[in-house]
């Protein structure tokens, strides 16, 4: 699952943006079942999601758009970067800081965000009118990739996206394995298309748009009503498991 805009609102403080009421309570659940395994792979930096998740259990995290990976027994792995990018990006800080940008700008893993969630129209037409010429330019000069998201502006070393996390992902599990990821922003598209063939794609947005997601929901009611009907499935399997096992004549809930 992504994070930003699927399980929780967008905020203007990104460090605010805590997941809708109910979805909490709903992971904790579905993680507690056997042989289920909750990933979240988001745009953000690793260390800034647990506080924001705060679950019982820590689910397996990709950060930085698949850059990052930290495992549920707390090793932690980041893919090499070209240093000629990591240069560009150092290069892009400085322009931004010079032109007193540095408060939107948020520094990652082999990514620069530009932020404007929260402003006037006229505000962002104005930044995007400075920002993107010149960091285009950058991102021509030093072989760095430029996308907009939801609320901004991102500049990013070549290499990894969310869909090769989901590749890597799958390939380490059973191939019958009942897999779906859930993505709001042009960014989880990858993801949508590496999930093809081994689960379903959801998009998580109050407002359709185009996309190779399988499903889509609107968060929060049918977001909640999702991930229920997973809990749900999962520990109704785990009942007729131990009924099978153990010959109980236990209802399912």
Not at 33 to 42: E, F, K, M, Q, R
Not at 63 to 83: F, T, V
Not at 118 to 140: F, M
Not at 233 to 250: P, T
Request: net charge negative; aromatic share 8%.
């Amino acid at each position: 699952m992504d994070y930003d805009g699927t399980l929780a609102p967008f905020h203007v403080d990104p460090s605010k943006a805590f997941p809708y009421p109910g979805v909490r309570n709903l992971l904790n659940r579905i993680m507690d079942a056997p042989g289920v395994h909750v990933v979240i792979i988001s745009g953000r930096w690793t260390k800034d999601l647990i506080p924001l998740l705060h679950l019982q259990k820590q689910p397996e995290i990709w950060g930085s758009h698949g850059l990052e990976r930290l495992k549920m027994d707390g090793i932690y792995e980041i893919a090499s970067m070209d240093e000629r990018a990591l240069n560009g990006l150092v290069t892009a800080d400085d322009w931004v800081e010079s032109k007193g940008l540095s408060s939107r700008c948020e520094k990652k893993p082999g990514c620069l965000a530009l932020h404007w969630r929260g402003l006037r129209d006229q505000e962002i037409s104005e930044i995007k009118n400075r920002v993107i010429p010149e960091w285009r330019l950058i991102a021509e000069g030093w072989t760095l990739r430029l996308l907009e998201f939801d609320g901004g502006l991102e500049l990013r070393v070549p290499g990894r996206n969310k869909g090769d996390a989901i590749k890597t992902i799958l390939e380490e599990m059973e191939q019958d394995v009942v897999a779906a990821y859930l993505g709001d922003d042009l960014t989880d598209e990858d993801a949508f298309r590496s999930i093809k063939g081994r689960g379903i794609g959801v998009l998580v947005r109050k407002v359709f748009r185009p996309t190779d997601a399988d499903l889509w929901i609107k968060p929060p009611e049918e977001l909640l009503e999702f991930l229920s009907v997973w809990a749900r499935g999962i520990h109704r399997d785990e009942v007729q498991h131990s009924r099978r096992v153990s010959g109980s004549r236990i209802l399912p809930p």
